[in-house]
């Protein structure tokens, strides 16, 4: 593939990616949970978590007056990983459906956590 000494770490490949709303404490949004293997040990996996968040973007002066807006509204991606408590850069799973089920759970465990309902 490609070897060099600035590449500190295995090589993943984009093998699913999973994408559901979330509606609690009176606020909706989008999380993508995309699941990367290492190419050379099928064992080794890496999961990105994305929050959907929706900005308009406009042009403003010092005062904060809107000078204008592009009429465009924007969906970027924020990691959502923070609200997680494992470390999904390099985790070991026995099949992508054990790595999926290992960061539902932990999904699963900070919306238990936050909203005080367990289903």
Same mark, same amino acid.
């Given at each position: ?46 999961? &990105?978590?994305?929050?959907?968040? $929706? ?13 204008? @807006? !592009? *009429? ?23 099949? &992508?459906?054990?790595?999926?089920? $290992? ?13 005080? @309902? !367990? *289903?």
């Amino acid at each position: 593939m490609i070897s060099h000494s600035a590449i500190d770490s295995p090589i993943f490949k984009l093998i699913d990616t999973y994408q559901f709303d979330v509606f609690f404490k009176d606020d909706g949004y989008s999380l993508i949970i995309e699941i990367f293997q290492d190419i050379a040990d099928k064992k080794q996996y890496r999961g &990105l978590i994305w929050q959907i968040e $929706t900005v308009e973007v406009g042009v403003y002066v010092s005062d904060g007056e809107c000078l204008g @807006r !592009d *009429n465009a509204t924007h969906h970027v991606q924020v990691d959502w990983t923070p609200y997680l408590t494992g470390d999904y850069s390099c985790f070991r799973a026995e099949s &992508l459906e054990e790595a999926l089920k $290992t960061i539902m759970n932990d999904i699963r465990r900070y919306l238990v956590q936050t909203s005080d @309902r !367990d *289903n």
